[in-house]
């Protein structure tokens, strides 16, 4: 089911991010990840996120500042069930657009966004670890 982050979840969403990261960005430095979890843990707290939960255990979550989808991922062992695509439907009835960036040595995370109906608007490169980002929209009066 899909709900409000809370609190009590900060724990198992962090781990969530964490592990996705290093495994699914592995083409960026474990460091990177871990000196930024601080920072991101305190946006977590600030940020509209939302965790799909079954039987007490968080297995994925999106979050977002107004438009900006900050980021969207689904434990490892839950993939492929829907439940990023879930998380991204569901955060489309809260906006009439959405924009992300993905980088771009995650084919798998482009096809899916574009799959999603998001549309490819421009490149660059992130500043925080050199690597390639492609940017994406999605509008609702596009679909």
């Known amino acids: 089911m899909i709900r ?3 609190a009590n ?6 781990e969530i991010w964490l592990f996705s990261n290093l495994q699914v960005h592995n083409f ?3 460091k ?5 979890f601080t920072e991101v843990s305190r946006i977590m707290e600030i940020a509209s996120v ?9 297995l994925g979550f999106v979050g977002s500042m107004e438009t900006l989808v900050m980021g969207l991922f ?14 991204l439907d569901y955060l489309k ?5 959405l924009t992300l960036a993905a980088y771009e040595k995650n084919p798998r995370a482009v096809h899916f966004y574009m799959r999603e109906g998001f549309k490819v608007q421009s490149e660059q490169v992130d500043s925080g670890t050199n690597e390639k980002e492609i940017l994406l929209m999605w509008k609702a009066d596009a679909m």
């Open 74 to 87: 689904v434990d490892e062992k839950a993939r492929g069930r829907g439940i990023g695509k879930a998380l």
């Open 28 to 30: 960026i430095p474990a």
């Open 32 to 36: 990177y990840w871990k000196d930024n």
């Open 93 to 97: 009835t809260k906006q009439q657009e």
């Open 50 to 58: 939302y965790v799909w939960e079954e039987e007490g255990h968080i």
């Open 9 to 14: 979840d900060h724990e198992q969403v962090m």
């Open 4 to 6: 409000s982050y809370e």
